[in-house]
């Protein structure tokens, strides 16, 4: 994935069984024309992971929505980063809110399996964001950066090894989105913990927004100061929507 272009990704969550592989195909058939303005990325559920290989092509990226941290053994039900990259997976969500509160991911299990991916050669998007509560008391900024400073890797080896995505807990499936001032807020704060951390390397990591994206309000997200590209939830699951976002890179 290169700066200069937007990384473009949909977390299908838990929904699509064989029948929903037809808008993965839809949406690999369009996304080509687009390729000199972004990096496009579909996770579906892990059971769609080697049929969504299977019809997307060139021009889209498919990933994982979770990993294991370990590369195999007695952990009944997960997957591993190995298991992903075997079906051609490139990428893995890795401490998404629902899973960090869902399956108690601390920052530390979630540096884990982000740096599990690194070691197959995928590249994970490490989630971030705050609850409202945090961001009424003003706790926004500290907690998020806090987040990604201890659920980041501790070495990158090579630049854009590792994306991030700013995601508001209360922005998730609300149809809710932050404002364009507290994204790019959020986004310069992040910037500057991955720059402390990283040094250099810290300005080639991509940093996503996710939260109710959808193509009437891409635009303006996409568009914002320190926007590297989306994370989309509800919107990614059909074609038609998807395309929609991708339309208004
Ligand atoms: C998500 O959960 O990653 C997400 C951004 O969901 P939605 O777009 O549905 O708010």
């Known amino acids: 994935t290169e700066k200069n272009k937007k990384?473009?990704?949909?977390?299908?969550k838990m929904n699509g069984v064989q029948a929903a592989l037809k808008e993965i195909e839809q949406i690999a058939a369009k996304v080509g024309d687009y390729?000199?303005?972004?990096?496009?990325?579909i996770c579906p559920p892990a059971t769609l992971l080697a049929g969504a290989r299977a019809v997307a092509g060139d021009a889209l990226h498919i990933g994982a929505q979770?990993?294991?941290?370990?590369?195999s053994g007695a952990f009944t039900g997960d997957i591993s980063a190995q298991m992903i990259a075997d079906l051609g997976g490139s990428f893995v969500i890795v401490g998404h809110s629902e899973r960090r509160e869902g399956h108690n991911e601390s920052n530390e299990a979630v540096k884990a399996k982000a740096e599990a991916a690194?070691?197959?050669?995928i590249k994970p998007i490490i989630c971030c964001g705050e609850t409202l509560e945090q961001r009424e008391k003003g706790e926004a900024i500290g907690f998020v950066?806090?987040?990604i400073a201890d659920s980041t890797p501790d070495r990158l080896s090579k630049d854009g090894e590792i994306a991030i995505a700013y995601e508001p807990i209360w922005a998730i499936g609300t149809g809710k989105t932050a404002s364009?001032?507290?994204v790019a807020e959020m986004h310069m704060a992040l910037r500057k913990t991955l720059v402390d951390k990283f040094g250099d390397r810290g300005h080639t990591i991509e940093i996503l927004y996710g939260g109710s994206v959808k193509p009437?309000?891409?635009n303006t997200l996409l568009h914002t100061q320190d926007v590297d590209g989306a994370l989309v939830g509800g919107a990614s699951l059909k074609a038609e929507s998807f395309l929609g976002i991708v339309a208004a890179l």
Not at 7 to 12: Q, R, T, Y
Not at 66 to 71: E, L, N
Not at 118 to 121: K, P, V
């Open 180 to 182: 364009a001032d507290d």
């Open 66 to 71: 979770d990993c294991h941290s370990a590369t």
């Open 118 to 121: 690194l070691e197959q050669g």
């Open 145 to 147: 950066t806090q987040q």
């Open 216 to 218: 009437e309000n891409a």
């Open 7 to 12: 990384l473009i990704a949909g977390n299908w």
């Open 35 to 41: 390729a000199d303005k972004g990096t496009f990325l």
